[in-house]
C-alpha cells in the first residue's frame, strides 16, 4: 500500500532487517510525496563470505582432483607402481593411457549408474524435509531416501546382474563383475569427470 516497497533480501539477512529496510523506504517515499508502487529485487547480491577457500578453492578442487584420481591411476596398478626413483616410467605410460581414458562405453556406464540412481530416487519410499532458506524466502521439501537407496543397490549389485550362456539364452542371475571396475579404471574416472562437469554446466546455466 501507498510508497512501500517490496523487497527480496538476500540469504541470512533476517526478517527484522528486511522490516527496518521497508520501513526505510517508505518514510522515503513519504517524504518526497510519492503515491506510486515500486518493485525491487535483489536477486544475486553479492557473496561476502565463503568456504573452501572462495572461488580460487573450488577451482582448484574441480580442475586438480579429477588429474590426481587419474594419476594414481596410471602411476600404480598390476604392473607397475611409481617410486621415488622412477618417475621417467610414469611419463612413458602416460601416452598409451591418454589413447584409451576416453571411453564411451564407460561414459556408457557411468550414465546407466546415474540414471538407475535417479530413479531409485523417484520410486523409493522416504520422509520430506524442508531444504535451506532460498532467497525467496521459500525452502523446498526434499524426498529422503539415500539410505534405502544404498542398501537396494547393494542387494541389485549382489543378485540382480542378468547371466547368458553361448547361445544368448538367461541362465540367471548373480553378482555384477566388479573386476570391470579395477580393469577399466581410468577410464571409468574420466568418464565420471566429464558427466560431473557436463551436469554442473548445465544447472548453473539453467539457474538463472
Given at each position: 500500500?501507498?510508497?512501500?516497497?517490496?523487497?527480496?533480501?538476500?540469504?541470512?539477512?533476517?526478517?527484522?532487517?528486511?522490516?527496518?529496510?521497508?520501513?526505510?523506504?517508505?518514510?522515503?517515499?513519504?517524504?518526497?510525496?510519492?503515491?506510486?508502487?515500486?518493485?525491487?529485487?535483489?536477486?544475486a547480491p553479492k557473496s561476502?563470505?565463503?568456504?573452501?577457500?572462495?572461488?580460487?578453492?573450488?577451482?582448484?578442487?574441480?580442475?586438480?582432483?579429477?588429474?590426481?584420481?587419474?594419476v594414481l591411476a596410471i602411476?600404480?596398478?598390476?604392473?607397475?607402481?611409481?617410486?621415488?626413483?622412477?618417475?621417467?616410467?610414469?611419463?612413458?605410460?602416460?601416452?598409451?593411457?591418454?589413447?584409451?581414458?576416453?571411453?564411451?562405453?564407460?561414459?556408457?556406464?557411468?550414465?546407466?549408474?546415474?540414471?538407475?540412481?535417479?530413479?531409485?530416487?523417484?520410486?523409493?519410499?522416504?520422509?520430506?524435509?524442508?531444504?535451506?532458506?532460498?532467497?525467496t524466502g521459500e525452502r523446498?521439501?526434499?524426498?529422503?531416501?539415500?539410505?534405502?537407496?544404498?542398501?537396494?543397490?547393494?542387494?541389485?549389485?549382489?543378485?540382480?546382474?542378468?547371466?547368458?550362456?553361448?547361445?544368448?539364452?538367461?541362465?540367471?542371475?548373480?553378482?555384477?563383475?566388479?573386476?570391470?571396475?579395477?580393469?577399466?579404471?581410468?577410464?571409468?574416472?574420466?568418464?565420471?569427470?566429464?558427466?560431473?562437469?557436463?551436469?554442473?554446466?548445465?544447472?548453473?546455466?539453467?539457474?538463472?
Amino acid at each position: 500500500p501507498g510508497g512501500e516497497r517490496d523487497i527480496v533480501g538476500p540469504p541470512g539477512r533476517d526478517r527484522s532487517t528486511m522490516v527496518s529496510t521497508r520501513s526505510n523506504v517508505k518514510k522515503d517515499d513519504d517524504a518526497s510525496g510519492s503515491t506510486g508502487s515500486h518493485s525491487v529485487e535483489v536477486l544475486a547480491p553479492k557473496s561476502t563470505e565463503y568456504e573452501f577457500g572462495g572461488p580460487p578453492g573450488a577451482l582448484a578442487v574441480m580442475v586438480f582432483l579429477p588429474l590426481v584420481v587419474c594419476v594414481l591411476a596410471i602411476g600404480c596398478d598390476s604392473d607397475y607402481c611409481l617410486g621415488p626413483d622412477a618417475p621417467a616410467e610414469l611419463l612413458k605410460r602416460v601416452p598409451a593411457a591418454l589413447s584409451q581414458a576416453l571411453s564411451l562405453e564407460a561414459m556408457g556406464v557411468v550414465i546407466a549408474w546415474m540414471a538407475f540412481q535417479a530413479l531409485l530416487q523417484i520410486l523409493l519410499p522416504g520422509p520430506w524435509e524442508k531444504g535451506t532458506v532460498l532467497r525467496t524466502g521459500e525452502r523446498l521439501s526434499y524426498k529422503i531416501n539415500g539410505h534405502l537407496a544404498f542398501w537396494v543397490s547393494m542387494v541389485v549389485m549382489g543378485h540382480a546382474w542378468p547371466r547368458f550362456d553361448a547361445q544368448g539364452s538367461l541362465k540367471g542371475f548373480g553378482p555384477v563383475p566388479m573386476a570391470y571396475i579395477y580393469d577399466h579404471y581410468l577410464e571409468l574416472a574420466v568418464a565420471t569427470a566429464v558427466f560431473s562437469y557436463g551436469l554442473s554446466a548445465y544447472l548453473y546455466a539453467t539457474s538463472f
